[in-house]
């Protein structure tokens, strides 16, 4: 009988069911001695066949000890009721995943190989999955991949032997037909190369968003199995063809006979000689265009974020244009509210057309009007106003879009029957939604009441439409500024950002912004420094002028210590987007962890001669100072930031090492309490005051859970002046080398 939510099972107290298939239930359940939610697969039959294969699943899966394979806790009874208790995995499976045209190269590639490892450690143990299919392979939050359900594993009778065999038990093949090879559909023996033509059809319909046996029965499908070779998957990478078609070869002795040779294979595509490079934008001297955001003509004033999304969406649609030169949108929309005359718009932007508009909105009806004005003489080069229904939003932006293009003779990046805007959804509430979450996202006042506004946007966006791909992106950017501004903890941001973005990923493969806030959400929080490298080559790749992507790419370059290159894209972001107000830290954190202090100094110094209130300048222009050894100029600089930001965690911390480093201990272990009392600091602050304060064990410890936790300083450990207390413990290294980021000598830093 299956259980409900609240009841009780032993010392479990059952929370919500998972799923269930032949053998029984899995439940989410908590557990009481030990206060830790575990999954509970519990067998609801008496069949002495399925216990003696749920006693074989606890122990084949407690052999295996390896990161992308669940882990088992032990085997209860409750009454004459068997059960598993197992590592609960959050997450979605594999199939949840994947998109209809199947997944783009780096994401597949970057979910393959852990499964590839965790095979390869099944095989090594002597353990066949014989049941692998993307519903028992899960994705955590974090990108972890695991592999789940060896309720149907069979132990190699000798493990030494890299082939041996096993019979099918029974007159009917176990397994999934729709995933099985062909020996094991037929009833033969097998061995672990049965795992690896399933993998191949894992990996063919990852790559497809399709299987490749398929039919309107399971007869059907078997004949297909039995019968017909996977047809090629057009327009796929060939390298990854190449894998594909041999994983599922019809004979084992034609496939990969070892899965650590399939996971080699994996490991090579895409993958250059040499660091990933992404391709930098070169400056157009072809036409230019700046969007304005819309004046608000509506009686309701809370209509702006609706004439500022419209404005954004024009400026995405324009930047998709060949030949034509789009200003970005935080440089364009400086200018909002203020009356400057056309041509001094022209000159500080360097374009040399601007787009104008207004809004009326009245029930569900628009009035639009655009005009493109020549910035050179005030002439209008084109004018309409439009008069539709809210429905017919799409339609007007695309119009807007295709008359700028063809008044400016430039050549769009699609056929001129094709739209030039690509609505994201046809749920309008979705839509409005959205907008307004880019709309708070960008407000520079009230920080968190505006952020924590936008999430509950973009995650109500999505509810209405699932398949809305800018909602997903905007809902990452939005955890990425909690997490780094501590509103939000950083496991809890990271994860959130991480799963977002990935999801926008797999529902459109060409948004650069969702390959980006890919990229960005595992450079933030230390997730996967190798992985997000490709995710920015690709979001450049489609995108070579977005600045966020050279600009977070940067950030990236400079925790593996490649200065040149992130100054390169830094300074690339910096001509794409001149009035981006995050670029002039972007630049101060190349120089600070370049060890170019006096650098550093100098564009601090001209920020603050500007904005004597602008926080930030002070954080950085204190790491500049201690880095030339002039500490107590670092205190009293820092000193005046923290009482700007009303002494927050962050802040308060960096001064705590400053403090430290001035040999003013007693100050230091003040802030150090204050802190600890405050309960808000991250623990990769709490690791650089302990080590400033030679209390290196307790540092590390700090370090560990910092890691754990993808606290968003972690990305800099190997460059940052900041860990130097800590860099010549070899417990450095190891944690560096854990995280994939470079081991460089004190004296190189």
């Known amino acids: 009988?299956?259980?409900?939510?609240?009841?009780?099972?032993?010392?479990?107290?059952?929370?919500?069911?998972?799923?269930?298939?032949?053998?029984?239930?899995?439940?989410?359940?908590?557990?009481?001695?030990?206060?830790?939610?575990?999954?509970?697969?519990?067998?609801?039959?008496?069949?002495?066949?399925?216990?003696?294969?749920?006693?074989?699943?606890?122990?084949?899966?407690?052999?295996?000890?390896?990161?992308?394979?669940?882990?088992?806790?032990?085997?209860?009874?409750?009454?004459?009721?068997?059960?598993?208790?197992?590592?609960?995995?959050?997450?979605?499976?594999?199939?949840?995943?994947?998109?209809?045209?199947?997944?783009?190269?780096?994401?597949?590639?970057?979910?393959?190989?852990?499964?590839?490892?965790?095979?390869?450690?099944?095989?090594?143990?002597?353990?066949?999955?014989?049941?692998l299919k993307p519903a028992n392979i899960m994705v955590r939050p974090d990108g972890r991949v695991k592999v789940l359900d060896f309720g149907i594993a069979k132990t190699l009778p000798a493990a030494d032997q890299a082939l041996a065999t096993v019979e099918q038990t029974g007159p009917v093949p176990i397994g999934t037909l729709a995933y099985m090879s062909p020996e094991q559909a037929a009833g033969r023996s097998l061995d672990e190369r049965t795992d690896i033509f399933s993998f191949g059809i894992v990996l063919y319909e990852m790559a497809s968003g399709r299987r490749p046996f398929q039919g309107p029965n399971a007869a059907a499908v078997l004949v297909a199995l039995l019968n017909r070779p996977a047809a090629a998957i057009p327009g796929i990478d060939p390298g990854l063809q190449r894998v594909i078609s041999r994983a599922m070869a019809r004979e084992p002795g034609a496939r990969y006979q070892r899965a650590e040779d399939l996971l080699v294979d994996l490991q090579a595509l895409g993958t250059p000689t040499g660091p990933v490079a992404a391709p930098i934008a070169p400056r157009t001297t072809g036409p230019s265009i700046a969007v304005l955001p819309f004046a608000n003509l509506s009686a309701d004033p809370d209509q702006e974020y609706f004439c500022d999304g419209m404005a954004e969406e024009l400026i995405s649609a324009l930047a998709r244009v060949k030949g034509l030169s789009v200003?970005?949108?935080?440089?364009?929309?400086?200018?909002?509210?203020?009356?400057?005359?056309?041509?001094?718009?022209?000159?500080?932007?360097?374009?040399?057309?601007?787009?104008?508009?207004?809004?009326?909105?009245?029930?569900?009806?628009?009035?639009?009007?655009?005009?493109?004005?020549?910035?050179?003489?005030?002439?209008?080069?084109?004018?309409?106003?439009?008069?539709?229904?809210?429905?017919?939003?799409?339609?007007?932006?695309?119009?807007?879009?295709?008359?700028?293009?063809?008044?400016?003779?430039?050549?769009?990046?699609?056929?001129?029957?094709?739209?030039?805007?690509?609505?994201?959804?046809?749920?309008?509430?979705?839509?409005?939604?959205?907008?307004?979450?880019?709309?708070?996202?960008?407000?520079?006042?009230?920080?968190?009441?505006?952020?924590?506004?936008?999430?509950?946007?973009?995650?109500?966006?999505?509810?209405?439409?699932?398949?809305?791909?800018?909602?997903?992106?905007?809902?990452?950017?939005?955890?990425?500024?909690?997490?780094?501004?501590?509103?939000?903890?950083?496991?809890?941001?990271?994860?959130?950002?991480?799963?977002?973005?990935?999801?926008?990923?797999?529902?459109?493969?060409?948004?650069?912004?969702?390959?980006?806030?890919?990229?960005?959400?595992?450079?933030?929080?230390?997730?996967?420094?190798?992985?997000?490298?490709?995710?920015?080559?690709?979001?450049?790749?489609?995108?070579?002028?977005?600045?966020?992507?050279?600009?977070?790419?940067?950030?990236?370059?400079?925790?593996?210590?490649?200065?040149?290159?992130?100054?390169?894209?830094?300074?690339?972001?910096?001509q794409l987007d001149p009035l981006w107000l995050i670029m002039p830290f972007i630049v101060c954190m190349i120089d600070v962890c370049a060890r170019r202090f006096d650098r550093a100094e100098r564009q601090m110094r001209e920020l603050i001669a500007l904005d004597p209130r602008m926080d930030g300048t002070y954080w950085y222009l204190s790491s500049a100072l201690a880095g030339q050894g002039r500490i107590d100029e670092a205190v009293q600089a820092l000193e005046t930031g923290v009482e700007l930001v009303h002494r927050a965690p962050f802040f308060l911390a960096l001064l705590g090492v400053w403090y430290a480093r001035a040999g003013r201990e007693t100050d230091a272990r003040a802030v150090l309490r204050e802190l600890l009392d405050g309960g808000r600091c991250p623990p990769v602050w709490f690791a650089q005051l302990y080590g400033a304060l030679g209390e290196t064990d307790e540092a590390f410890e700090c370090l560990e859970r910092a890691i754990e936790e993808h606290d968003d300083q972690v990305s800099f450990m190997a460059v940052d002046h900041r860990f130097d207390s800590l860099r010549g413990d070899p417990r450095f290294a190891v944690l560096l080398g854990r995280l994939g980021l470079p081991v460089i000598p004190p004296a190189a830093t």
């Open 1 to 131: 009988m299956p259980l409900n939510p609240g009841q009780r099972f032993g010392a479990y107290e059952i929370l919500a069911l998972l799923g269930s298939g032949g053998m029984g239930e899995v439940y989410r359940a908590h557990d009481s001695r030990l206060k830790r939610d575990v999954a509970l697969k519990i067998l609801q039959t008496n069949d002495e066949d399925h216990r003696r294969r749920l006693e074989r699943e606890a122990h084949t899966i407690a052999a295996l000890n390896h990161p992308n394979i669940v882990t088992i806790h032990s085997v209860e009874e409750v009454g004459s009721t068997p059960f598993l208790t197992m590592e609960l995995v959050e997450g979605q499976p594999l199939n949840a995943l994947i998109p209809p045209g199947g997944m783009p190269l780096e994401m597949l590639r970057n979910l393959a190989m852990p499964i590839a490892e965790a095979l390869a450690a099944a095989h090594k143990q002597g353990v066949i999955h014989r049941d």
């Open 327 to 574: 200003a970005a949108r935080t440089s364009a929309f400086q200018f909002k509210g203020r009356s400057l005359d056309v041509s001094e718009i022209g000159e500080r932007l360097k374009v040399q057309t601007i787009l104008e508009g207004s809004v009326r909105k009245m029930g569900n009806r628009l009035r639009i009007t655009a005009q493109l004005v020549d910035v050179h003489d005030g002439y209008q080069l084109w004018s309409e106003r439009y008069d539709r229904a809210m429905d017919d939003v799409f339609a007007i932006q695309d119009e807007i879009g295709r008359a700028i293009a063809e008044s400016l003779k430039v050549t769009l990046s699609r056929p001129l029957s094709g739209p030039i805007v690509r609505p994201g959804t046809k749920n309008l509430d979705a839509y409005h939604l959205c907008l307004r979450g880019r709309f708070l996202l960008n407000r520079l006042s009230g920080l968190f009441e505006s952020l924590t506004a936008a999430r509950r946007c973009f995650e109500e966006a999505v509810a209405l439409d699932p398949e809305y791909a800018a909602a997903y992106a905007g809902l990452s950017e939005c955890c990425n500024a909690l997490g780094y501004t501590t509103f939000l903890a950083a496991p809890e941001a990271s994860r959130a950002a991480l799963a977002a973005a990935a999801h926008a990923v797999a529902l459109d493969p060409s948004m650069a912004e969702a390959h980006t806030a890919l990229g960005w959400t595992k450079t933030l929080f230390a997730i996967d420094m190798v992985t997000a490298e490709q995710d920015f080559a690709r979001a450049l790749e489609l995108a070579p002028g977005y600045p966020p992507a050279h600009g977070y790419y940067a950030l990236l370059l400079v925790g593996l210590g490649r200065f040149d290159e992130a100054m390169a894209h830094a300074e690339q972001a910096r």
